[in-house]
């Protein structure tokens, strides 16, 4: 049998974790708001929140809730903007009001906006202005009643706030018109919340925190329930991993990946939170030039990322001159971490791009790679504290070491299941309460685990798995190349073969080019059967190339 507890690879970490350490989100929230009442918190775009400050709004927030618009424990709120002040205070909010948090990505279309609104029975929503006119458009098929809009500016001193408001809306003309019913101003609704009338609700362990969505690339987005013992549980295993490697109050975490997406909400708002650390929140990271303009400021000490956007950094001149002597951390997840960047990142910052893998339905993090390793591996870590990792086949049994297989997770942070889908989540839980992520990897004699794909991704060649995360990391080492994705296309001969998208680095690279260094490197059935150079590649709201969007693109073209 070949499962697996992580082992203490690095000097005092724990087996196991007491997920009963704090009963709830919240009470980890209001420790960390007295024990650093005077640290500063969160800051965007020149304004800098305290503890206290976070403390006083977010609880006048969860009044407001409960005594002005009256929503009760349990009730849906939907929060939809980028990484501004007001997505912790609405955050924060809403669970101290024992309220549960939906996170919705403002780059919804309405179509996908209104799906999630309904599924998760949504009752009140925190809407940033720039996406108001997609709400006008199905709000009156959902069951939201309640709508508070903010402006990207709300939070900001004065007069910078009159200023990028101003500039946004009617320079850059990023806020579409839009008439939404009854709509309140949320930044009046927090002055309006009375701090003495807020009632501290009794939440526990089981409750749920969250409904978080998954991206839908398997069909419809689901919601995953996640309750505060989960979130708590992640938090309480990912900070003791990374416990020697930071310091209570003094850390700055950089957090240009969306707070409401999974990865950034647990590592860089919950756990960095934690510690007193404060979060440097990027609302637009794809301006890579902003972005680091922004980090030039800081003696940043951790950072998380996609792979992505540590690609665009690193091919920035200005990044490569920034002073990187405080950083201690880099954690790089949401998708597989390349090669050529994570030893590019090294090169440049001296320090290792450590790769951690999860997935929404495990709160996220399942493992991580030891925080003492100096160069990149390929693996994507071992199994942290409290967690089970086992490596299966089709028919639910574990595979021997080294075997391709998939991968399974067992561990307080894993999700309670799908909302109000029981067939969905009857297909991804065993019965003995192991997740199927969905993902192909196999397991070291050490614990290591590599991942090899996404199951629904690989490529059948003539009877050869062929897995595009290999094709992709070993394209991506030729100088030449700035991204790439590898799909497979239907082959009357072969069943399926190889294309290859590319985005150049350098315009002089031609196909032919490509193609001979493709031969040079790859075994004959995985060399791609054509290569196509775009501009650009579809990705998801973090940065996560969609190859399912090319995938589509290309069948649609064979079919007309």
Partial sequence: ??????????????????????????????????????????????????????????????????????????????????NILQYPIALFGVLRAGMIAVNVNPLYTPRELEHQLKDA????????????????????????????????GDMLKFPKNYIVNFVIKNVKKMVPPFNLPNMLDFKSCVQKGDADKYKKPNVKPEDIAFLQYTGGTTGVAKGAILTHKNIVSNMLQARAWIKDFITDGKEIIITPLPLYHIF???????????????????????????????????????????????????????????????????????????KAV??????????????????????????????????????????????????????????????????????????????????????????????????????TEQGFIKIVDRKKDMILVSGFNVYPNELEDVIAQNPKVLECAAI????????EVVKIFVVKKDESLTQDELM?????????????????????????NVGKILRKDLRAEVLSQTKS
Wanted: contains cysteine; neutral net charge.
């Fill in 121 to 152: 029975d949504v009752k009140a929503i925190v809407i940033f202005a720039n996406s108001a006119h997609v709400l006008e458009k199905i709000v009156a098929h959902t069951p939201v009643k309640h709508i508070m809009v903010t402006q990207i």
């Fill in 264 to 338: 950034s909400l647990t590592a860089n708002c919950f756990i960095f939170n934690s510690v007193g650390a404060l979060n440097v929140l990027i609302t637009n990271p794809r301006d890579i030039p902003g972005f680091v303009k922004e980090l030039s400021k800081w003696k940043f000490t951790a950072f998380t990322g996609v792979n992505t956007l540590f690609n665009g950094l690193l091919n920035n001149e200005e990044f490569r001159k920034l002073d990187f002597s405080s950083l201690r951390l880099t954690l790089g997840g949401g998708m597989a971490v390349q």
């Fill in 1 to 82: 049998m070949t499962k697996i507890w992580h082992k203490a690879y690095d000097a005092g970490v724990p087996l196991e974790i007491n997920p009963s350490e704090y009963s709830s989100i919240n009470e980890m929230l209001e420790i960390g708001f007295k024990k650093f009442k005077s640290n500063p918190a969160f800051h965007n775009m020149g304004t800098t929140l305290s503890y206290e400050d976070i403390e006083i709004q977010s609880r006048k927030f969860a009044s407001y809730l409960q005594n002005d618009l009256h929503l009760q424990k349990g009730d849906r709120v939907a929060l939809m903007m980028p």
């Fill in 342 to 443: 994570a030893d590019r990142w090294k090169q440049v910052t001296g320090q290792p791009l450590i790769e951690a893998y999860g997935l929404t339905e495990t709160s996220p993090a399942a493992c991580i790679n030891p925080m003492t390793l100096k160069e990149y591996n390929g693996f994507i870590g071992v199994p942290i504290p409290s967690t089970e990792v086992e490596i299966k086949d089709d028919n639910g049994n574990t595979v021997p070491l080294g075997e391709i297989g998939e991968i399974a997770i067992r561990g307080p942070q894993v999700m309670m299941g799908y909302y109000n889908r029981p067939d969905e989540t009857a297909k991804v839980m065993t019965v003995d309460g192991f997740f199927k992520t969905g993902d192909l990897g196999f397991m």
């Fill in 516 to 540: 001979k260094y493709c031969r040079e490197n790859l075994t004959s059935y995985k060399i791609p059967k054509s290569i196509e150079f775009r501009k650009e590649l579809p990705k998801s």
């Fill in 488 to 495: 497979g296309i239907p082959d009357e001969k072969s069943g």
